[in-house]
């Protein structure tokens, strides 16, 4: 079965990155390697000891698009899984189902998941169909849980650090425009934690709609109304352009 490489980019959240870690741990197909890419200071001292299969590697507070290209470029796996620290597999056997899948022929598997309230509100499901058409409307995949093949970034390059806010998106649509397919494992495999921290909060709105706007010419899209993942999952329309 192909080897993965899970990669938990982190910076400050070491309560939450534990957690994170132990999920991983918990999975029934153990990954070859965690890679916790720290972009502040301490994961080493609050990960390291966590298991011998953890390694905490510094990104110098470069941000966390860099943190990701770090650790795909650190990866020794034929499979990359990308964890945010503040979030949780809940299904013990899903990188054995996207390993199982990538033997099988799939390149790029994604999964379905949970938002769970800090606020003790009642968890809401995230699960959408995604391809290279859905995805110059919306970005309907969650990151925490995509399972793909470390070869794409051979063909495809790195990803966009010039998009801080929408680089997994861009790498979605790069992958299906290069006419790969993206296989979806539905089920609910990942509780993706939401807290006033998240990148995608209020208080980022500005710099979100000028990445979302460079994101749309990039790709030659229309301009697209704002929205998180917490908008798609309740139905919300979003904030139109303007």
Known sequence: MNSISVIIPTRGRHHFLRQAIASVLDQSHAPAE?????????????????????????????GPVPARNLGVAEAKGELICF?????????DDYLAAAAQAC??????????????FEDGRPDLAFAFHADAGTL???NTILISGVVYRRSLHAELGRFDETLPYYWDW?????????????????????????????????????QRRLNLDRFSTKHGLPPIPLKNHLDIASGAPGKPPG
């Open 136 to 138: 110059t409307r919306d």
């Open 170 to 206: 861009d790498w979605y649509l790069r992958i299906a425009r290069a006419g790969h397919p993206l296989t979806h494992l539905a089920k609910p495999a990942v509780a993706i934690r939401v807290h006033a921290r998240n990148m995608s909060g209020e208080s980022l709105e500005a």
């Open 34 to 62: 965690i890679l916790v890419i720290d972009d502040g200071v301490g994961a080493r001292e609050a990960a390291g000891h966590m298991h011998p299969t953890v390694r905490v590697l510094d990104n110098h507070e470069r």
């Open 83 to 91: 964890l945010d620290d503040d979030d949780w597999f809940i299904d």
């Open 103 to 116: 033997g099988n022929g799939a390149v790029f598997c994604y999964t379905d998941g949970r938002l769970v």
